[in-house]
């Protein structure tokens, strides 16, 4: 899986396209950088503040864990009087003017998150109305308001408006829904890409595979989030991954997240797991879009079609997760979450451990909120954040392996 976004982001990329294939890693922040006591990993947050903060947030509400009050006052605080967030504002006292690179998937993982912790329904609403706002006339979105749409930034704004108790079948533009937009970046059903989804078509409006894009999909046509949970015997949508397409007319959205969740089971066969790779370098495993597809096989099909890809999960991505950072741990507590596997000891790893020595300590059990963070220690300094993996959004390259939704499908690698 492997493509996803951004205007803003593409300023990187003088710096980290020279980056390692394997290693590409975001900066540790300079001696003049001050770290927010409130934020999660100790990685410079430029680019991915909000999203990992988001995902760090919602996975500990996730496995019934209250995140630190001053981690989600500083997620709240990050949002602009529109509605908007962007990827990271190191002053947010200043008001948002155009200049701000708000994005789509930012704000959606927002909503996501702050939805789960609670007591911001101001917010929550405020980040809905816009993402409404921004809308394309297709029925998706696009990592930058305006931007053509992709499925994974459709399927992570789907998410939060599930979360946020909207029907996203219900949010139109020009008569078209999300839905509309995903099936329309379906492939047909013939050869070994069949079933599978495109991030983007391309100038030429061909539909390449991709599998990122087919996780993030997926979810999105089922209506679930980043933290789904499994099928259950009385969704509609739960069943064995599709065997073949619908070869006529317009798949529904269920028999589409049957045949994603097929092309997915084919993808991952093999190895256990999904690969990606720069142009020019060899193909490296892909741990963070591995567990975008384990989530979003258990969300269509249960836990059963995960569990090769969960089981590859378990035995390897324990080193990759360390130096990832909290977003790592989020996605593998995410996978953990869609197949009713513990995250407290996932191959041997306590993931819930893990995310929380990254920042500020969770509160205890019974610990009043005072909502400006004065209930929560200082950051750990026993869980190794690490650096974070990086990535350039939207019409560019990938910068490293593995941060999956938010990675793959903001880069433009259109293969397995």
Not at 51 to 65: C, E, F, K, Y
Not at 334 to 345: E, I, Q, S
Request: contains cysteine.
């Amino acid at each position: 899986m492997n493509v996803r976004r951004s205007a803003a982001v593409l300023a990187a990329v003088s710096v980290l396209a020279a980056a390692s294939p394997a290693l590409a890693a975001s900066p540790s922040p300079s001696p003049s950088t001050v770290l927010p006591s409130g934020l999660y990993g100790d990685a410079d947050p430029k680019f991915d503040g909000v999203w990992r903060q988001s995902l760090a947030l919602l996975a500990q509400r996730t496995v019934s864990v209250t995140p630190a009050a001053k981690a989600v006052d500083w997620l709240a605080g990050q949002q602009c009087a529109d509605g908007a967030f962007a990827a990271f504002r190191a002053d947010p006292g200043r008001a948002c003017d155009a200049k701000v690179p708000v994005d789509t998937n930012s704000t959606a993982a927002a909503v996501q998150a702050l939805t789960a912790t609670g007591g911001h329904d101001s917010a929550v609403g405020k980040a809905v109305t816009w993402l409404k706002s921004v809308q394309n006339k297709d029925g998706g979105w696009g990592y930058t308001p305006g931007g053509a749409s992709d499925a994974n930034s459709t399927g992570v704004v789907v998410g939060a408006l599930a979360a946020a108790g909207e029907r996203p079948a219900a949010v139109v533009k020009d008569g078209r829904s999300p839905y509309d937009a995903l099936l329309a970046l379906a492939l047909p059903c013939s050869g070994d890409d069949a079933g599978a989804f495109a991030y983007q078509p391309d100038k030429k409006g061909a539909l390449t595979a991709n599998a990122d894009a087919t996780a993030a999909a997926v979810l999105g046509v089922l209506g679930a989030g980043l933290a789904a949970k499994a099928a259950g015997a009385g969704d509609a949508s739960s069943g064995a991954p599709g065997t073949s397409c619908a070869a006529t007319g317009k798949p529904t959205p269920e028999q589409a997240a049957a045949d994603g969740a097929a092309y997915l089971t084919r993808a991952v066969t093999e190895d256990g797991h999904l690969t990606s790779a720069l142009a020019g370098a060899p193909e490296q495993p892909d741990y963070g879009n591995t567990a975008d597809a384990v989530v979003a096989l258990a969300a269509q099909g249960g836990p059963d079609p995960a569990a090769k890809p969960l089981a590859w999960l378990e035995k390897n991505a324990a080193a990759w997760a360390k130096q990832s950072g909290p977003a790592a741990y989020a996605q593998l507590i995410f996978a953990a979450h869609a197949t009713g596997t513990d995250p407290r000891d996932f191959g041997g790893t306590d993931l819930v451990r893990a995310l929380g020595a990254t920042g500020p300590a969770p509160q205890a059990a019974g610990q009043a909120t005072s909502g400006d963070g004065s209930d929560a220690s200082d950051r750990k300094d026993d869980g190794g954040s690490g650096t974070s993996v990086w990535w350039i959004i939207g019409t560019g390259l990938v910068a490293g392996v593995g941060i999956g939704f938010l990675l793959s499908g903001r880069r433009k690698q259109q293969h397995l």
